[in-house]
């Protein structure tokens, strides 16, 4: 069994609501990523 934690890497989040920085950019454009998930066994939980 293989499992693999999703969208863990901070956590106040991205984008922080109101902030200019080029990573809160990043995370509200077309690169956006979801909430954490769980990935088992290539099965998104």
Known sequence: MELT????GTPDGLPR??????ACA?????WARAATA???DDALL
């Not at 609501?17 to 080029?22: F, G, K, L, M």
């Not at 990043?26 to 077309?30: L, V």
């Open 5 to 8: 934690l999703l969208g863990t």
């Open 17 to 22: 609501p109101s902030c200019p920085c080029a």
């Open 26 to 30: 990043t995370a509200r454009g077309p």
């Open 38 to 40: 769980l990935l088992i």
